[in-house]
């Protein structure tokens, strides 16, 4: 649980576990959050379809880490008798890349749309990269129904707006999200590049922050003559603490 009784949702423009052979920055920031030594984390890889090997890459990259780490897995049946309860014990969920719409739709037939809910309000701090950032959010651009990018509408809504992971690093992303935001097709939001993440404290965007140097995130907003509007957030290094 946060140290300060807040809610706190870390939304990553993917790229997080890169490089490889680190442990990512985020990872810490979140840790540091839940004020714990030794904080209970969680991970699901749902939007993969719980693949076996990220899931055991994971633990592999944080064996030696503060961390004492637990995955959830809903693929075939859940790998645990009372998912609830575990994702309501832990300090840190992360949830993983992929296709954010199947992952969405199996959560919800599981119910954990509302015991997510549970654990952001209880104070469980929440984090993910790409599908695990757009998930918080009303929608946001994916790749989840083809090769083309597509808007994706039916997320969480924990979070107001709309988001856009792999900016700079996928060209297609930013002229559909611009179009997207332009038409009405998705609410105002924001955009982040790999390496770049959004920190929520409550509903209310507190800081961007990134584990490489010069990497920012974006404000994209439709003005009032319908000309959709960039602005570059102020964005914080997280290896320069």
Known sequence: MAADGRKHILAIGGGAMM???DVPLYFELAWR?????????CVLNTAEGDNPATTLRFYDRLAGTPADVRHLALFPMPNVADPEDLL?????????????????????????DQVF???WEAGVVLLGSSAGGICWFEGGTTDSFGPD????????????GSYCPHYASEARRRPLF????????????????????LHYVDEELAEAVADRPGAVAFSVRRGA???????????RFLGGE
């Not at 179009?179 to 993440?197: K, S, T």
């Open 19 to 21: 490089p490889r052979e």
């Open 33 to 41: 959050l839940s004020g714990k030594t030794r904080p209970k984390m």
């Open 88 to 112: 309501l014990s832990q300090d840190v969920v992360w949830v993983g890349g992929g296709s954010v719409a199947n992952m969405l739709a199996v959560w919800r037939v599981h119910g954990l």
């Open 117 to 119: 809910r549970k654990a």
């Open 149 to 160: 990018l597509r808007p994706f509408t039916d997320g969480l809504g924990f979070l107001k």
């Open 178 to 197: 611009h179009g997207l935001v332009a038409e009405g097709a998705l609410p105002d939001g924001f955009a982040c590049d790999d390496g770049v993440g």
């Open 225 to 235: 003559d319908g000309v959709v509007e960039e602005t570059a957030l102020p964005t």
